[in-house]
């Protein structure tokens, strides 16, 4: 993972010595990562698809207008149901697909906005996208006004301790990671879940990872399965479908993936004590700082901001460093009076992931 301590001439800050007293209080982690969207080659009818993890972990769901802007601002490409890029998201209730894209006014039959195949001219900009969801994003095969040709996808959250999914019973779940870095299989805590069926690749829950070639055909994800201790054909542990007896217990969960349940299905939890909320240290700690998070995708931003509490506080980023499974300073910020907002940016396709926190503490004891 690139951390944000590696590139702090990106962060619009002012980097400080580092402060005197120990007291000090921590956000709640924050983070980013970005996904390539593919756009249309010459691969069928179809277009490529792209299987993105769930744009937005800061509330329940998002609407499309949350997460692609009323306009479009996002720049998928647009003009009608055939050329234009689609969006697919999947109801599990009900295992219907929706396929969204952005319609160009074409009088008098539609009007300018975002449609759904099948629902005519009716405005779906409010549609949510349900959190610890994936979406597919579907390429079109050309358009009247192509904004974009390749796009950098970010999402945003407080990354929360655990993140929890209901895997149903014969069939696939569509999950997002909700961690914007890539965790390995055996840290994962996928295979103690109760809701996943351990055996051989015959048995066994599979878990369908995109590996890159871009498209939604059974040859665009590596398969992997959690077995027990089989004699004399497996040891126990993660192992992929076709590749034998090899351990691939360190292969990096994607931000997006899914399961093929073929037990019976039940709760999927992945947890990690990093990704936990740091409450305040000692009861002479500054206020907690409360961290707002923004994506700029126009700027090429990931935007982290707070207010001040007062001037005899500084506030420092720390950024998650994983070859050495700790903290790491990267920045504070002059201090400013209270009541004043401080921000502070990172580019998202120099860095394309990142996990930080903000770190207040006392300039001089509090009186």
């Not at 076709?242 to 947890?271: H, W, Y």
């Not at 790491?328 to 990172?346: C, D, T």
Request: charged fraction near 15%; hydrophobic fraction near 35%; aromatic fraction near 12%.
């Amino acid at each position: 993972m690139k951390v944000l301590a590696s590139l702090v001439g990106l962060l619009a800050s002012i980097v400080l010595g580092s402060t005197t007293y120990a007291q000090k209080a921590t956000s709640t982690p924050f983070g980013f990562h970005t996904q390539t969207i593919q756009h249309f080659t010459e691969n069928g009818q179809q277009g490529n698809f792209t299987l993105i993890g769930s744009p937005s972990f800061t509330k329940a769901a998002h609407t499309i207008a949350d997460v692609f802007g009323t306009y479009n601002s996002f720049g998928l490409s647009q003009g009608d149901s055939v050329v234009s890029d689609k969006i697919w998201i999947h109801d599990p209730e009900t295992d219907y697909w929706s396929q969204i894209y952005y319609q160009k006014p074409t009088p008098p039959f539609f009007t300018e906005g975002w449609k759904r195949i099948g629902s005519g001219n009716v405005d779906v900009s409010m549609v949510t996208i349900p959190q610890n969801a994936s979406i597919f994003l579907q390429s079109g095969s050309g358009a009247n006004d192509r904004l974009i040709s390749n796009v950098a996808f970010a999402y945003l959250l407080n990354i929360p301790p655990c993140v929890t999914y209901e895997a149903k019973s014969g069939t696939f779940n569509f999950f997002s990671r909700g961690i914007p870095v890539g965790i390995p299989l055996t840290d994962t805590g996928i295979q103690v879940s109760p809701g996943y069926t351990k055996g051989d690749s015959q048995s066994a829950d599979i878990l369908w990872i995109p590996n890159g070639t871009w498209n939604a055909h059974t040859h665009g994800y590596s398969q992997f399965f959690y077995t027990e201790d089989l004699p004399p054909f497996f040891t126990e542990g993660w192992k992929q479908v076709g590749r034998g007896n090899e351990d691939m217990s360190m292969v990096l969960l994607t931000p997006s993936f899914a399961i093929q349940t073929k037990g019976p299905g039940g709760q999927i939890t992945i947890c990690n004590t990093m990704w936990s909320k740091v409450q305040t240290v000692g009861p002479d700690a500054p206020p907690v700082p409360s961290v707002q998070v923004s994506i700029d995708q126009q700027q090429d931003r990931f935007v982290v901001s707070w207010i001040s509490a007062g001037s005899n506080i500084t506030y420092s980023i720390e950024a998650w460093d994983e070859q050495a499974g700790q903290w790491s300073p990267v920045l504070v910020n002059e201090p400013v009076e209270s009541g004043v907002w401080v921000n502070n940016w990172a580019s998202l396709s120099a860095l394309e992931s990142a996990v930080g926190r903000v770190v207040s503490e006392w300039v001089t004891p509090a009186p």
